[in-house]
C-alpha cells in the first residue's frame, strides 16, 4: 500500500460545528503532516508528528486541533472555524530518511 | 535559512514542444531538493528527488532535472510536453523534513493543443 488516504473528500459545515479530519497510512511512515492549502498558493505547513511527537506552528490558531492515535492514523479536530479557514487541507506523510512525501487527495473545506 | 524561488508564475507552451520550469534554491548546507505536481483539486505527487546523489534526476512519467550547485538552480524539464501536464508544480528545498521543508509559489504550466 503506497497511499495515504484522506477522509471525507468534501466538507461543509458551520462556524458552531465540530468536525474532524482523518488520515490514514499503512507504508510505516513515522512521520505524518497536516497542511493547508488556498487557491493558487503553495501548502502552509500547520503540524507535524515525528514518531508520534507533535510540533506545531506557532501561527496556527487553536481551533485546529491534531491528534495521533498511532502511527498509520492522524485526526484534525475542528472547532468555532471560521470562514477564512475555507481551503484544501492536505495529509502527508515520509519516512525520516528524506526521500520526499506522500500526500493525500484532500479534504475540501468550506467554512459557511 | 534556506528559500526556494520558482522564476516563472505561468509557463505556456504547445503539445509536443519541450518544457522548462525554472527553480533556483538558497541553502547554508547541502539540502535535499524536489519537484512536486499538482493537478486542479487534487493532491500533490513527488516528480522527483535530489539527494546529494547523481546530479541528474530523472523521475516519473519523464521529467528530469538537473542539480547545478554553481547555479544554485534546479529546473525541471520535459523533452515533450503531452496535455495531460498542464498543472501546477512545486520546487521544494528540505533538511529534515517537517518544518525545514519550505516549498516554492508555483508554477502553472498550461499546455496548447
Given at each position: 500500500d503506497t497511499e495515504v488516504t484522506q477522509t471525507p473528500k468534501h466538507l461543509v459545515m458551520g462556524m458552531t460545528n465540530k468536525k474532524s479530519l482523518k488520515c490514514e497510512q499503512?507504508?510505516?511512515?513515522?512521520a505524518m503532516y497536516w497542511y493547508k492549502q488556498k487557491a493558487k498558493k503553495p501548502p502552509e505547513l500547520m503540524f507535524v508528528y515525528s514518531y508520534e511527537k507533535l510540533s506545531i506552528n506557532?501561527?496556527?490558531?487553536?481551533?485546529f486541533s491534531p491528534e495521533c492515535p498511532n502511527s498509520s492514523l492522524l485526526n484534525l479536530h475542528l472547532h468555532a472555524?471560521?470562514?477564512?479557514?475555507?481551503a484544501l487541507y492536505l495529509c502527508a506523510s515520509s519516512s525520516t530518511g528524506g526521500n520526499g512525501y506522500t500526500f493525500g487527495s484532500g479534504t475540501r473545506l468550506t467554512v459557511v | 535559512a534556506q528559500s526556494v524561488t520558482q522564476l516563472d508564475s505561468h509557463v505556456s507552451v504547445s503539445e509536443g514542444t519541450p518544457v522548462l520550469l525554472r527553480c533556483n534554491y538558497s541553502s547554508s548546507y547541502s539540502p535535499s531538493l524536489f519537484w512536486y505536481v499538482q493537478h486542479p483539486n487534487k493532491g500533490l505527487q513527488l516528480l522527483l528527488k535530489y539527494?546529494?546523489?547523481?546530479t541528474l534526476v530523472k523521475g516519473i512519467n519523464g521529467f528530469e532535472a538537473e542539480f547545478k550547485k554553481s547555479e544554485t538552480s534546479f529546473h525541471l524539464t520535459k523533452p515533450s510536453a503531452h496535455m495531460s501536464d498542464a498543472a501546477e508544480y512545486f520546487c521544494v528545498v528540505s533538511k529534515g523534513?517537517?518544518?525545514k521543508t519550505i516549498f516554492g509559489a508555483g508554477t502553472r504550466l498550461f499546455v496548447k493543443a
Open positions: 499503512h507504508m510505516g511512515h513515522r506557532e501561527s496556527v490558531p487553536s481551533r472555524l471560521q470562514p477564512e479557514d475555507s | 539527494t546529494s546523489a547523481a523534513g517537517g518544518f
